[in-house]
């Protein structure tokens, strides 16, 4: 999996809608988005978790009523009339996966590294959820397992096909380092964060020195040898 590098219209461009909240249930039909960040001053303190295989993701949804800071107020499950807010969508899929009334629900995950500067983190699985007080309000949380290919996983299989995220400061310092373009032909279109040595090869994901950028075309052709 190699994450492609998206500015904000061209992430909004892929999905057909403005992405404009974080949480998308079933928004591409047969599967959910979500936005995230881990960034220090990111109001939903998502977190990479067990070695960068899992995401625990913070609910970005709640009402805004006069003038209210949405991150100190309890996310809610259920709309003022009575329909499921996105928490409460993502929630129910969550659970009705853990008493296995259902497959694992397939979400595409983005991530804000900087202003005007995103990551599409491919695909995950919605395997658990629940509500917790972080000491301000009570929230919603999600785990998601990263994979390569959801369509192939099976519910009972997703631990042994987890893939490995790149953290995001170690695709802020590759993209300073590369200045932003390709280290092939110096590229600045569709640019791809790339591991040199492939992690199903042993490859680290947690360091720069195995990280860089590719364009499309340089991406395909690299496929995964090693070079």
């Not at 988005?33 to 709640?62: C, F, Q, W």
Request: aromatic share 8%; charged share 25%.
């Amino acid at each position: 999996m190699h994450e492609e590098i998206l500015s904000w219209n061209e992430m909004c461009g892929r999905e057909g809608r403005n992405l404009q909240a974080g949480m998308h249930f079933r928004s591409g039909g047969s599967y959910s988005v979500l936005l995230m960040s881990t960034r220090k001053n990111a109001p939903y303190p998502d977190a990479m978790a067990e070695g960068g295989t899992v995401l625990i993701y913070v609910g970005h949804d709640a009402p805004r009523k006069n003038g209210n800071d949405t991150a100190l107020v309890d996310q809610p499950r259920y709309l003022p009339k009575g329909g499921l807010t996105q928490n409460g969508k993502f929630h129910e899929a969550a659970q009705a996966h853990k008493q296995g009334n259902r497959a694992a629900e397939r979400v595409r995950v983005y991530e804000k590294l900087r202003d005007g500067l995103w990551a599409d983190n491919g695909w995950f699985l919605l395997v658990d959820s629940w509500q917790e007080d972080d000491g301000v309000r009570l929230v919603f949380k999600f785990k998601l397992v990263a994979v390569d290919d959801p369509l192939s996983v099976a519910d009972e299989s997703y631990v042994a096909e987890r893939r490995r995220m790149i953290p995001p400061a170690v695709k802020l310092a590759v993209w300073k380092r590369d200045s932003g373009r390709c280290v092939q032909c110096g590229s600045t279109e569709n640019l791809h964060f790339d591991h040199i040595i492939p992690w199903s090869r042993g490859g680290a994901s947690d360091t720069a020195e195995n990280v860089q950028l590719l364009c499309g075309r340089h991406n395909i052709q690299k496929g995964s040898r090693i070079e």
